[in-house]
T-cell receptor, first 110, second 114 residues
Framework: QQPVQSPQAVILREGEDAVINCSSS?????VHWYRQKHGEAPVFLMI?????EQKGHEKISASFNEKKQQSSLYLTASQLSYSGTYFC???????????FGKGTRLSVIA | NAGVTQTPKFRILKIGQSMTLQCTQD?????MYWYRQDPGMGLKLIYY???????DKGEVPNGYNVSRSTTEDFPLRLELAAPSQTSVYFC?????????????FGEGSRLTVL
């Protein structure tokens, strides 16, 4: 079942913050986040396992609420380099391939 | 390090033609995947493999076939190409599956079927 991402698109000015959400109707084992710049391959950001952990990657962090089957990606003090499409990928049991959401297009402008 | 290498990068096919997208990885990863990406639709899994000799269907396998005779190679074959197969195809690999498996993607192969 494809996870639902929101918002579909967001435009930020440099220095502003953003939150991207990923939710599923099914119980989740883990959530993965990837960023894809235009014309390039997706690049791994982080994995969150069930247990409500939070991880950070530079000024990008994420949380995972397994009870709500939701994950959120937090981008603080956004930079121009953060522009791209962000995908969450979910899996249900630790042994199955990821199912990706449709993506959130993030544009950071000066 | 080359990582995951896909060929060709671009290809135009006529309806009914067949072709093979090549994917090679040099990281000795057991897990390999083929995804297709259509505008606004995210990444859809076509086929995947957990090791040489083992393949399994993903979400959208119809019209495609794969084989995995070696750890390094995971070619994707399109038989009787249709306009609906116009897409960008990504091959990916991971050292482990599931929860700990960071995916390493190739640069993609853009296929147009006319």
């Amino acid at each position: 079942q494809q996870p639902v991402q929101s918002p579909q698109a967001v435009i930020l000015r440099e220095g502003e913050d953003a939150v991207i959400n990923c939710s599923s109707s099914k119980a989740l084992y883990s959530v993965h986040w990837y960023r894809q710049k235009h014309g390039e391959a997706p690049v791994f950001l982080m994995i969150l396992l069930k247990g409500g952990e939070q991880k950070g990657h530079e000024k990008i962090s994420a949380s995972f609420n397994e009870k709500k089957q939701q994950s959120s990606l937090y981008l603080t003090a956004s930079q121009l380099s953060y522009s791209g499409t962000y995908f969450c990928g979910t899996e249900k049991d630790g042994n199955t391939p990821l199912v990706f959401g449709k993506g959130t297009r993030l544009s950071v402008i000066a | 390090n080359a990582g995951v290498t896909q060929t060709p990068k671009f290809r135009i096919l006529k309806i009914g033609q067949s072709m093979t997208l090549q994917c090679t990885q040099d990281m000795n990863h057991n897990y390999m995947y083929w995804y297709r990406q259509d505008p606004g639709m995210g990444l859809k899994l076509i086929y995947y493999s957990v090791g040489a000799g083992i393949t399994d269907k993903g979400e959208v396998p119809n019209g495609y076939n794969v084989s995995r005779s070696t750890t390094e190679d995971f070619p994707l074959r399109l038989e009787l190409a249709a306009p609906s197969q116009t897409s960008v195809y990504f091959c990916a690999s991971s050292q482990t599956g599931g929860a700990t498996g960071e995916l390493f993607f190739g640069e993609g192969s853009r296929l147009t079927v006319l």
